[in-house]
Every structure is written in C-alpha cells, then in structure tokens.
C-alpha cells in the first residue's frame, strides 16, 4: 500500500495487525520481536464464536491496543502494512487473501490450508496484489541453518535422499482405548478448546486434522530447503495407534511418508504426537542427508541443555534449546523481501506445494498406491 506519509522502505515501521489469535499467539509474537515491526490491532470477523472473541480481546488487553471485530474495517483504518494470521486452519486461506486483495502483506499460521483449491485462490491472490506472502516454518533453526549451508555448500556432494524422524511428544488428550462403552466420541473443537490451555491444541477448527496435516509442513519445509528439489509422489501408511481424540474422529497421530522429488531424489518422513511419557524433551526430531560423496545427519534442537533437579514440575522440558532465533530471523528474511521486493523463505507458491504433498500423502493412505501431487491450479490454465 503506498500512502503520502511513507518513510523510505529501510527504515519504515511496518503497521501490523494480529488477525485472529484462535490458536497459539506464538506467530504475533514472533513477529513483533523485530523492531521493524509494531502490532497496532487484533481483528476478527463479527460472526466468530464469544470463546474465539474472548482470546482476541485478552492479546490486545495484554498489548494495550484495540481489538476490532470487523476485520476489513481494522485494516484499512489503521494503516495495516502486515497481516498476521493465526486463525483456525480452515480460515487461514480466506482471511490471507482478503488481506492480500487490500494490498497488505501476509505472515501466515501453519498448516496453509485444508483444502487445496483455497491455497491456490491465495496464490493467486498474493501475486496478483504483489504482496509478500511467509508461511511460518522452522527452517531458521541453528542446526537447520547449518545443514542446509553444508549440503549447499557441495560438501556431501548431490543429495539423493533424505530422512526426517519427526515425532512430538505431546500428549492429544485420553490414551488410546480409554473411551467407555456408551460413552460418546471426542468432539474434535470441544477437545481443542480444552487443549489450548497446555498448547497441544495444534488443530484448531472445526475438521479433524491428523499429524501429516497439523505438523508436516515442518520436515517438508527442511527438505523442500535442503534438496531445492519439488516434491512430485507420495506414498504414506497412517494409523491412530496413541490418542483417542484421534481414533474417534478418523485422523492420525502417526505416519510414515516415501516421496519421490524432482532430480531423482527421494525422501521418507516418520511423524507422529507420541505422547509426553515417550521423551524428556519436546521429541524427537532428527535429519539424514545422503549425498554422492557423504552424508550428514542433525537433530533439529541442537543446540540445547539438559536441565534436572529436586522438585522439578513433571511437563517441565528438561531439555532446552539454545541460541534458538527462528522466530526473529523468520521475520527478518519477511522484511527484507519487502524492503528488496525480494521472495520469502517460505512463499505462497512453496506452502502451496507443501499442502499438495500432505493432500497426495493422505490420499495414498486411502488408496494404497502412491499418489501424484497435484500441481498449480493457476499453471494448468497459463
């Protein structure tokens, strides 16, 4: 958006708007721990439920500035320049694009979507409007960074095949098997609202979602870095073998992902919520890169330190990461594609190709046969 009272673009404070803070407010804050940028309004559509207006008006209380409940209104009236997005998943499209048809750029929640078609109307959306558009990701990690550095270096020679073990040791409510005869199945919004208050409420919404769609963006986004290479098959096996939460609504907590990448490459993925008894820290999480000349192997949270002592509270992590800036170094790379109309780390086109491999994966769960991942609406008819 272009206005009269703009500063020249390496010292302008971006307007920011935390749109919708139905799930973790982690992303709102992430991006205002940049000094470039300044949260001025919480918004929210007027139609959404008193609990989704509640959690807004807390964030803005605790920031001291104004919720507003009409979110087009909020953004043109405060000179918004970002649009923060963190939603429930099934939203998260609709209210990305909405901003980006007002010329706003956009900091968008994981996962992208829920249904492919909206990622490719918010594609769409952000090129034709020229925005900036980050899907929010992990890739900015020490040891992410340094992996990726190494095998772009040459160092292993051409990577031809990765694996990621991607397992959180969260817990999703009642163990598997507990659920009484007669007792009526978990409703997926009830028992996320309940979850929000130990942040293992990852798929807010009102349509189950399993772990490939809640958390896959994360190994696919490392691999999508460290390969270049686009995702072109999938093959996945899927089962609800911890959380009854799960089992009820016909989603998964565990998978296992094979994936065919452009180049020759291949990849698999374990992922899964395996429950907090499983690991002393947030889980396990750790990387294999095979390449023509070496290979390298890193766990995600290194580097950390292992904490213990008397009296310690049981959902206390023990292990702690260090030297940890993904968040700020996200929003930093997000400024600088605006001030160098440069691209993002993750664009819009990138989490688009993320949801299809989920989409593909999820299917050949169904089928049994690997799946071809759909490519760009927008391409088939250019």
Same mark, same amino acid.
């Given at each position: 958006?272009?206005?009269?009272? %703009?500063?020249?673009?390496?010292?302008?404070?971006?307007?920011?708007?935390?749109?919708?803070?139905?799930?973790?407010?982690?992303?709102?804050?992430?991006?205002?721990?940049?000094?470039?940028?300044?949260?001025?309004?919480?918004? %929210?559509?007027?139609?959404?439920?008193?609990?989704?207006?509640?959690?807004?008006?807390?964030?803005?209380?605790?920031?001291?500035?104004?919720?507003?409940?009409?979110?087009?209104?909020?953004?043109?009236?405060?000179?918004?320049?970002?649009?923060?997005?963190?939603?429930?998943?099934?939203?998260?499209?609709?209210?990305?694009?909405?901003? !980006?048809?007002?010329?706003?750029?956009?900091?968008?929640?994981?996962?992208?979507?829920?249904?492919?078609?909206?990622?490719?109307?918010?594609?769409?959306?952000?090129?034709?409007?020229?925005?900036?558009?980050?899907?929010?990701?992990?890739?900015?990690?020490?040891?992410?960074?340094?992996?990726?550095?190494?095998?772009?270096?040459?160092?292993?020679?051409?990577?031809?095949?990765?694996?990621?073990?991607?397992?959180?040791?969260?817990?999703?409510?009642?163990?598997?098997?507990?659920?009484?005869?007669?007792?009526?199945?978990?409703?997926?919004?009830?028992?996320?609202?309940?979850?929000?208050?130990?942040?293992?409420?990852?798929?807010?919404?009102?349509?189950?979602?399993? *772990?490939?769609?809640?958390?896959?963006?994360?190994?696919?986004?490392?691999?999508?870095?460290?390969?270049?290479?686009?995702?072109?098959? !999938?093959?996945?096996?899927?089962?609800?073998?911890?959380?009854? !939460?799960?089992?009820?609504?016909?989603?998964?907590?565990?998978?296992?992902?094979?994936?065919?990448?452009?180049?020759?490459?291949?990849?698999?993925?374990?992922?899964?919520?395996?429950?907090?008894?499983?690991?002393?820290?947030?889980?396990?999480?750790?990387?294999?890169?095979?390449?023509?000349?070496?290979?390298?192997?890193?766990?995600?949270?290194?580097? *950390?330190?292992?904490?213990?002592?008397?009296?310690?509270?049981?959902? *206390?992590?023990?292990?702690?990461?260090?030297?940890? %800036?993904?968040?700020?170094?996200?929003?930093?790379?997000?400024?600088?594609?605006?001030?160098?109309?440069?691209?993002?780390?993750?664009?819009?086109?990138?989490?688009?190709?993320?949801?299809?491999?989920? *989409?593909?994966?999820?299917?050949?769960?169904?089928?049994?046969?690997?799946?071809?991942? !759909?490519?760009?609406?927008?391409?088939?008819?250019?």
């Amino acid at each position: 958006m272009h206005r009269p009272n %703009d500063t020249p673009k390496s010292r302008k404070i971006l307007r920011t708007a935390a749109v919708s803070l139905i799930k973790h407010d982690y992303v709102a804050r992430g991006v205002e721990s940049h000094p470039r940028c300044q949260l001025v309004v919480v918004t %929210d559509d007027p139609h959404v439920p008193d609990w989704v207006h509640q959690r807004n008006q807390e964030f803005a209380d605790s920031r001291g500035i104004p919720y507003v409940r009409d979110v087009e209104r909020a953004l043109r009236e405060f000179q918004v320049d970002v649009a923060v997005v963190s939603s429930e998943a099934e939203r998260h499209c609709d209210l990305s694009i909405r901003a !980006a048809c007002m010329g706003i750029h956009v900091i968008q929640d994981k996962p992208m979507s829920t249904q492919l078609a909206e990622c490719d109307r918010l594609v769409e959306a952000v090129e034709r409007n020229h925005v900036k558009f980050l899907l929010w990701n992990r890739n900015l990690l020490p040891a992410v960074i340094h992996a990726t550095e190494v095998v772009k270096s040459g160092a292993i020679g051409a990577p031809y095949a990765v694996h990621c073990d991607f397992y959180f040791s969260k817990d999703a409510g009642p163990p598997k098997g507990t659920r009484q005869p007669g007792d009526p199945p978990i409703n997926w919004l009830e028992f996320q609202r309940a979850a929000h208050a130990d942040g293992s409420d990852g798929g807010v919404g009102r349509e189950p979602m399993g *772990e490939l769609a809640i958390e896959g963006i994360y190994p696919l986004a490392c691999i999508q870095q460290i390969t270049g290479a686009e995702f072109e098959q !999938a093959f996945a096996r899927t089962a609800a073998v911890f959380h009854q !939460a799960n089992a009820d609504n016909g989603v998964e907590d565990l998978a296992s992902v094979s994936l065919c990448l452009s180049g020759g490459i291949t990849a698999s993925v374990a992922i899964g919520r395996i429950g907090a008894a499983s690991h002393p820290d947030i889980g396990e999480i750790r990387i294999s890169v095979l390449g023509s000349e070496g290979a390298i192997v890193f766990a995600e949270a290194r580097p *950390e330190v292992g904490i213990y002592y008397r009296g310690q509270p049981a959902k *206390e992590f023990r292990h702690r990461r260090v030297a940890g %800036d993904n968040d700020f170094l996200l929003v930093d790379n997000f400024v600088k594609a605006i001030d160098n109309d440069g691209d993002t780390l993750l664009n819009a086109r990138q989490g688009r190709s993320i949801t299809a491999t989920i *989409e593909a994966a999820l299917r050949s769960a169904k089928s049994g046969r690997a799946e071809v991942v !759909a490519p760009p609406a927008i391409l088939q008819h250019s």
